[in-house]
């Protein structure tokens, strides 16, 4: 296996910010993925919905453990790196859409599809907007980066288009303690291996790496620097939220007055 990964590494002029690879990959692929939303919501029922979503899960894993095999074998030539380890905010809907088949309860379902749906949005745009942790120096990681968040997009778009998520501007809070959960859990990662992983980028050893948030570190000290962020993350989420909600329900309308006044498809 390792044999095999390592001839796939090939390598690449690591792309600028912005340049025409980057804008024309993110267009196209921000295109497609609202596209085969809206073609997948319209012809899907809710039920089959669910199960594309593990599937998308099944593909979002199969990449990640091959990016991993990829980072330890290639780029860490043997040694395991945990600042790549998988539980940042933008690896949550790769868990979430696997165990979404083996929950049986509507409400509990309906606020994970919310979660996936707002932050999955929020997580997906922010990256493709500011992708320099996206372009590597190898094709497969810079494909596989920019292609895992427009996966995003189109898994949010998929449920609020599929109506799968919690329905009103009050159901965002119900996602807030599912983010807290994972943040405590990124918290108990970061600690554990005292730094070397930074998950949700709130290790507490070092500034906050994104951009804005390092200078806030850095100038009025870590702890407030991670809390302004994980702050701008609830109101980012709450703003997808609040633009895809009205979305959902235009869309929803339109399919009810298109089908003669039919109810929207069962659960």
């Avoid at 303690?177 to 943040?183: D, K």
Wanted: hydrophobic content about 50%; charged content about 10%; glycine content about 8%.
């Amino acid at each position: 296996m390792q044999h095999w990964i390592e001839q796939t590494a090939l390598p690449m002029t690591v792309p600028a910010p912005y340049s025409p690879f980057h804008l024309l990959f993110s267009l196209i692929g921000i295109l497609l993925a609202v596209f085969f939303a809206y073609i997948f919501s319209r012809h899907l029922q809710k039920k089959q919905l669910k199960i594309l979503l593990f599937f998308c899960g099944i593909l979002l894993a199969f990449s990640e453990v091959y990016k991993q095999l990829f980072l330890y074998y290639v780029v860490g030539q043997g040694c395991y790196d945990w600042w790549y380890f998988p539980f940042q905010l933008c690896s949550l809907p790769m868990y979430l859409c696997l165990i979404l088949p083996f929950l049986h309860s509507v409400p509990v379902c309906q606020t994970i599809c919310t979660f996936m749906q707002d932050f999955g949005l929020l997580g997906g745009i922010m990256a493709l907007a500011e992708p320099t942790g996206l372009l590597q120096p190898y094709w497969f990681l810079t494909l596989h980066g920019l292609s895992w968040h427009i996966m995003l997009v189109f898994i949010s778009l998929l449920i609020c288009l599929g109506d799968l998520s919690q329905s009103g501007s009050s159901s965002y809070l119900h996602t807030l303690p599912m983010l807290a959960i994972f943040c405590i859990i990124a918290t108990i990662i970061n600690l554990a291996t005292g730094g070397r992983a930074d998950m949700f980028y709130i290790a507490p050893y070092y500034p906050v790496t994104q951009i804005i948030f390092h200078f806030i570190s850095i100038h009025c000290g870590i702890a407030v620097g991670i809390m302004l962020y994980l702050i701008s993350i609830c109101i980012g989420g709450f703003l997808c939220h609040a633009v895809l909600e009205k979305e959902k329900q235009l869309y929803v309308r339109k399919r009810i007055k298109g089908k003669g006044g039919a109810g929207p498809s069962k659960s």
